[in-house]
């Protein structure tokens, strides 16, 4: 049995996603920053029979997320399959001109310097089992820019240039690094975006090992 890291595992993708890897067979490593919500999920997970525990850390906190991540792989076991899909914060998402350089830095700590930090924190797992994937969350805003949303737009873009140079550098020690595009909002029973539909586009990524970026639905203009 290997460990699935959720990075910014909440209610609802989050859960989703956990109880589909939790099904398949991984245990569930949960990481947000409330410890008494990831707890919660935890043993709501459990009771269905997937074995879960909750670490609290902060991404924009490098050494907190780091000693998460550490005490999670001490816990359940290496770690072979890391998700990074932390939900943004409101205050990310300023008008572009109402956008100052200190206004970036949260986003960027966020989406940037957090995906770093778990990405080197879990590598050295999924080389020593000889085999690992990373997958990336990400709203529309990550392929076509919103100005209505500069923080975001900008250090999402951040975030996928990294996951996209990851992806190949990744490739030929097995450890697959793929992004999933979410255009919309996540919601319960639509036909693409549903939770548990979005949750299995990502159980089938880490299964079929093909290509970089993956849509759920259809972004406007793409495709
Ligand atoms: N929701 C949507 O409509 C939508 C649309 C498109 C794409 N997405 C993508 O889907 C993913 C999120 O899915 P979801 O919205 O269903 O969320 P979720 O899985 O229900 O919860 C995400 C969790 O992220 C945690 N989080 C927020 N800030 C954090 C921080 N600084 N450090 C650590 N954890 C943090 C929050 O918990 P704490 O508050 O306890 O930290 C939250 O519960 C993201 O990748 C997002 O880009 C969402």
Do not use: C
Not at 58 to 63: E, G, K, M, Q
Not at 187 to 193: C, D, E, K, V
């Amino acid at each position: 049995m290997t460990t699935m890291v959720i990075v910014g595992a909440g209610q609802g993708l989050g859960a989703a996603v956990a109880r589909q890897f939790g099904r398949d067979g991984f245990d569930l490593a949960l990481v947000a920053r409330d410890q008494d919500r990831v707890d919660t999920l935890a043993a709501a997970l459990d009771k269905d029979g997937v074995t879960a525990q909750g670490f609290a850390a902060d991404v924009r906190d490098p050494a907190g997320l780091e000693a998460a991540l550490d005490a999670a792989a001490a816990a359940l076991g290496p770690i072979e399959v890391l998700q990074y899909s932390p939900a943004p914060h409101a205050d990310f998402m300023k008008p572009l001109l109402e956008t100052s350089p200190a206004d970036f830095t949260g986003p960027l700590e966020f989406s940037l310097y957090g995906a770093v930090t778990a990405v080197l924190a879990v590598l050295p797992d999924m080389r020593f089992l000889g085999r690992g994937t990373i997958l990336f969350v990400n709203g529309g805003s990550a392929v076509r820019p919103l100005p209505a949303r500069a923080g975001t737009s900008v250090a999402y873009a951040a975030e996928s240039a990294y996951a996209r140079m990851l992806h190949e550098t990744l490739a030929t020690e097995d450890i697959h690094v793929a992004q999933l595009i979410i255009p919309g909002v996540i919601t319960p029973g639509h036909p693409s975006n549903d939770p548990a539909t979005l949750a299995a586009a990502l159980w089938a990524m880490h299964q079929d090992r093909t290509g970089f970026r993956h849509f759920a639905g259809v972004l406007e203009g793409e495709g």
